[in-house]
């Protein structure tokens, strides 16, 4: 199955911020939820969507436990991971969560054209594969059992 088609079912929904963004303007973020959702993670992107990196909430907490009062003032291109795991559309899903659980990552930018076109998330990730094999499972089911059946 490819990324596409998880994020034609399931939304392309992405939280986004400015590397240029200072701490507490980024955390402000990810107060505000996006289409009903709230993300732990914001991916990074100048102005020309191209993806420059990603922030979680866990680096915002890091870097405030570390530089306390002076986190909120620090901007997010100093904080930010930047060697970002992606993927495109076209990729099989399947493949792209093999990758990130190697990796130990739960989310993966989908990258189109050098712009940022949606976001692999883990959990959601999984859940719609699970309901496609349910899905598969039902069907099968019915084939095998269907009553009309003459032999």
Not at 45 to 65: E, F, K, P, R
């Amino acid at each position: 199955m490819k990324v596409s088609k998880l994020l034609k079912l399931h939304g392309m929904l992405v939280l986004t911020v400015h590397p240029d963004f200072t701490l507490a303007e980024a955390a402000r973020r990810f107060t505000q939820s996006v289409g009903g959702r709230r993300f732990s993670l914001a991916v990074v992107t100048d102005h020309d969507d191209q993806v420059v990196g990603v922030i979680s909430l866990g680096d915002i907490s890091h870097t405030l436990g570390k530089h306390e009062a002076e986190a909120a003032k620090m901007l997010v291109k100093d904080v930010m991971t930047t060697n970002v795991f992606s993927c495109t559309l076209d990729e099989n899903l399947e493949d792209v969560l093999k990758a990130m659980a190697d990796k130990g990552i739960r989310h993966a930018p989908v990258i189109e054209g050098g712009k940022l076109a949606g976001l692999v998330a883990r959990r959601d990730a999984l859940e719609f594969l699970y309901q496609q094999a349910s899905l598969d499972a039902a069907h099968l089911t019915d084939w095998l059992f269907r009553s009309d059946a003459r032999y």
